[in-house]
């Protein structure tokens, strides 16, 4: 079986915005048996943790890939770069592990799949993927979200 690519907050890494991990019992069950390759885009990126709260401003993940969108922190300080940089250190680390499947946090402006946070720090959640989320479909590498979260920010 191939390896996987898990956000590391999801397997206790206690690297989120607010310090804290996300790991359950149910991302446990499903990465059982898998060769799990945990990464946090935000930190490999060079941000700190704790860190400020940051949401995608004027569109989705394959918005700000494209340019045409930015990653703001809660003060308006502009961690796009951060981002960038940081998804693009997660696809190397997930090509060079060989995997083919990622599992990330929802609605992170990094990982989310689907659905991320708006831009208003409001708890809003609108349609679309965050930065490494879309650089990894970009890529070939499918993006699954972690099951068991409960919505508490990115």
Do not use: W
């Not at 310090?19 to 990464?39: L, M």
């Not at 918005?63 to 961690?79: C, K, M, Q, S, Y």
């Not at 981002?83 to 693009?88: M, P, Y």
């Amino acid at each position: 079986m191939t390896p996987i690519l898990v956000s590391a907050c999801l397997r206790g890494v206690p690297c989120r915005f607010d310090g804290q991990h996300k790991a359950s019992p149910e991302i446990a069950a499903a990465v059982d048996g898998r060769d799990v390759v945990p990464f946090c885009p935000e930190v490999a990126g060079g941000l700190a943790t704790p860190r400020r709260p940051a949401e995608l401003v004027g569109g989705d993940g394959h918005d700000v890939l494209d340019g045409t969108a930015r990653v703001i922190e809660d003060t308006g300080r502009d961690v796009t770069a951060e981002f960038v940089d940081g998804a693009q250190r997660a696809l190397a680390a997930a090509r060079h592990a060989g995997c083919t499947e990622a599992l990330l946090m929802p609605r992170s402006p990094s990982c989310g799949r689907g659905v991320v946070y708006d831009g208003s720090f409001s708890g809003a959640l609108v349609p679309g993927d965050g930065v490494t989320a879309a650089l990894f479909e970009r890529n070939g590498i499918r993006v699954r979200p972690a099951p068991g979260i409960t919505p508490s920010g990115g």
